[in-house]
Nanobody, 129 residues
Framework: QVQLVESGGGLVQSGGSLRLSCAAS????????MGWFRQAPGKEREFVAA????????YYADSVKGRFTISRDNAKSTVYLQMNSLKAEDTAVYYC??????????????????????WGQGTQVTVSS
């Protein structure tokens, strides 16, 4: 099991940038595939980005592709979400989560919420226009 704590959220103007961090407890962080989801008020939680066991394996939702970058630093047991060119529609609570060891990235598995477990508490991102 792993404990996840997100940080780095806040208020930013449209077009600005934020970097979210997700710190994990334990000694086996490098064995987890990680993802970011977000949930806006009144909306369902949606996939944002994922990074595989190898850092070169990444996936992004179409809505953030080209603007957001997911990365990980296994030495620091931390996964990041660099968010650039932020828009008002990016306003949401952002969550990080671990990908189930038995699940597969195949098809759209990387963006399937049911394939994730061990969720963080979330961090609020608010983008003002």
């Amino acid at each position: 099991q792993v404990q996840l704590v997100e940080s780095g959220g806040g208020l930013v103007q449209s077009g600005g940038s934020l970097r979210l961090s997700c710190a994990a407890s334990g000694r086996t962080f490098s064995t987890y595939r990680m993802g970011w989801f977000r949930q806006a008020p009144g909306k369902e939680r949606e996939f944002v980005a994922a990074v595989g066991w190898m850092r070169s394996i990444t996936y992004y939702a179409d809505s953030v592709k080209g603007r957001f970058t997911i990365s990980r630093d296994n030495a620091k047991s931390t996964v990041y979400l660099q968010m650039n060119s932020l828009k008002a529609e990016d306003t949401a609570v952002y969550y990080c989560a671990t990908f189930k060891a038995s699940a597969s990235y195949g098809g759209d598995g990387y963006q399937t919420e049911e394939n994730y477990d061990h969720w963080g508490q979330g961090t609020q991102v608010t983008v003002s226009s």
